[in-house]
């Protein structure tokens, strides 16, 4: 298993934008795919970006799509979510997750999360 420590979440204001870090443990951090998911109070969590091991394949929830971008650096162990455009809908706790496959990331290791909070 990894150990997954998530940063950069804060208060912002509508239209700004975040830059959330996600920091891997271990040496295996290439054979993980990697990804985001949010949880809002009374709702359920939400997938937000995954990205391959590799990086090359990257995948966005519909709400995020053109606003969010996934990426990761392997040399560095780290997985990062740029926010752009960030709407007071955005606000949630965001985890980072890990898995060997992007499919079966719910199922795999996850950090302990870090809040977003949109003011309008």
């Known amino acids: 298993q990894v150990q997954l420590v998530e940063s950069g979440g804060g208060l912002v204001q509508a239209g700004g934008s975040l830059r959330l870090s996600c920091a891997a443990s271990?040496?295996?951090?290439?054979?993980?795919?990697m990804g985001w998911f949010r949880q809002a109070p009374g709702k359920e969590r939400e997938f937000v970006a995954a990205i391959s091991w590799s990086g090359a394949h990257t995948y966005y929830g519909d709400s995020v799509k053109g606003r969010f971008t996934i990426s990761r650096d392997n040399a560095n162990n780290t997985v990062y979510l740029q926010m752009n455009s960030l709407k007071p809908e955005d606000t949630a706790v965001y985890y980072c997750?890990?898995?060997?496959?992007?499919?079966?990331?719910?199922?795999?290791?996850w950090g302990q999360g870090t809040q977003v909070t949109v003011s309008s």
């Open positions: 997750a890990a898995n060997h496959q992007i499919a079966t990331l719910a199922g795999g290791s």
């Open positions: 271990g040496r295996t951090f290439t054979s993980y795919a």
